[in-house]
């Protein structure tokens, strides 16, 4: 659980810059009053409401993207699901004596490709498991080949080789999945933003005689709160957020192969 507790030191991070920032921005604020008592500079409304918007679009953008990702990681399980079912019934079709030897690597394929991701979040044990699960794709592959040159094989070359490479592939198209992140500079405006607009609210709350803790409070609890939400989202299986229903889909298909 190392990087859940990494995120929520970033966001209890975020937090107490943000609870700064906005004490730093009314101390500002008091000060300019005190010496301009006719208000605040002119166009720092216009300023703080582009500040605003913009931190409320890149929050929108970034958590709608998230939560695409994690639910096209999702379909992916269920798609890779499919593929195996299909290519392991299509087995049926191969010469008997060929079917038992490719049985037993399928087991272990998908006992490897669910081993890769019950690993997590240990990284470096689950790129061990990939590299095994890779290995035996190359070892099915060359079993069906060789099975289908042999007498009474090369009827069913078409019916068994495309749902084979279709579930290579959906295989590989999980693994990159897992590393597609929005680009560094969306995480860091993800942090200077909020700090930017804190400054600026905090700048605001001059005009009041006393600090409404309850307002600043709530503003920097909200906002860290989001960019938690939007780590866990991003980062799946490393923290909160997991696949453990939606993995139940290989597991039932793993205890079909008999």
Same mark, same amino acid.
Request: glycine share 8%; aromatic share 8%.
């Given at each position: 659980?190392?990087?859940?507790?990494?995120?929520?030191?970033?966001?209890?991070?975020?937090?107490?810059?943000?609870?700064?920032?906005? &004490?730093?921005?009314?101390?500002?604020?008091? #000060?300019?009053?005190?010496?301009?008592?006719? =208000?605040?500079?002119?166009?720092?409304?216009?300023?703080?409401?582009?500040?605003?918007?913009?931190?409320?679009?890149?929050?929108?953008?970034?958590?709608?993207g998230a939560s695409s990702r994690l639910d096209t990681?999702?379909?992916?399980?269920?798609? &890779?699901?499919?593929?195996?079912?299909?290519?392991?019934?299509?087995?049926?079709?191969?010469?008997? @004596? @060929?079917?038992?030897?490719?049985?037993?690597?399928?087991? #272990?394929?998908?006992?490897? #490709?669910?081993?890769?991701?019950?690993?997590?979040?240990?990284? &470096?044990?689950?790129?061990?498991? *990939?590299?095994?699960?890779?290995?035996?794709?190359?070892? %099915?592959?060359?079993?069906?080949?060789?099975?289908?040159?042999? &007498?009474?094989?090369?009827?069913?070359?078409?019916?068994?080789?495309?749902?084979?490479?279709?579930?290579?592939?959906?295989?590989?198209?999980?693994?990159?999945?897992?590393?597609?992140?929005?680009?560094?500079?969306?995480?860091?405006? *993800?942090?200077?933003?909020?700090?930017?607009?804190?400054?600026? @609210?905090?700048?605001?709350?001059?005009?009041?005689?006393?600090?409404?803790?309850?307002?600043?409070?709530?503003? @920097?609890? %909200?906002?860290? =709160?989001?960019?938690?939400?939007?780590?866990?989202?991003?980062?799946?299986?490393? =923290?909160?957020?997991?696949?453990?229903? %939606?993995?139940?889909?290989?597991?039932?298909?793993?205890?079909? *192969?008999?």
């Amino acid at each position: 659980m190392r990087e859940t507790f990494l995120a929520g030191l970033s966001a209890l991070g975020l937090l107490a810059s943000m609870l700064l920032f906005l &004490e730093i921005g009314r101390r500002l604020g008091t #000060r300019w009053l005190a010496r301009h008592p006719e =208000g605040g500079p002119a166009g720092f409304g216009v300023l703080e409401s582009a500040v605003f918007g913009l931190m409320g679009l890149v929050v929108a953008f970034t958590f709608s993207g998230a939560s695409s990702r994690l639910d096209t990681r999702r379909q992916l399980i269920v798609q &890779e699901a499919n593929a195996i079912a299909t290519a392991w019934r299509r087995i049926d079709m191969l010469p008997e @004596a @060929a079917q038992p030897a490719l049985r037993e690597s399928f087991r #272990r394929y998908v006992d490897e #490709r669910l081993a890769v991701y019950r690993k997590f979040p240990n990284i &470096e044990a689950a790129v061990v498991e *990939l590299r095994r699960a890779t290995a035996l794709q190359g070892d %099915i592959w060359a079993q069906a080949v060789a099975a289908l040159r042999t &007498e009474g094989g090369q009827h069913v070359i078409m019916l068994l080789l495309p749902p084979l490479n279709e579930m290579f592939n959906i295989a590989t198209t999980r693994t990159m999945a897992t590393r597609m992140h929005p680009p560094t500079i969306i995480f860091i405006m *993800l942090a200077i933003l909020p700090l930017t607009g804190s400054l600026l @609210a905090g700048y605001s709350t001059a005009t009041g005689k006393r600090r409404s803790w309850t307002h600043m409070l709530g503003f @920097a609890v %909200i906002m860290a =709160g989001t960019v938690f939400v939007i780590l866990e989202l991003e980062f799946p299986r490393l =923290g909160f957020v997991g696949f453990d229903a %939606i993995d139940h889909a290989l597991v039932e298909v793993r205890d079909s *192969l008999k």
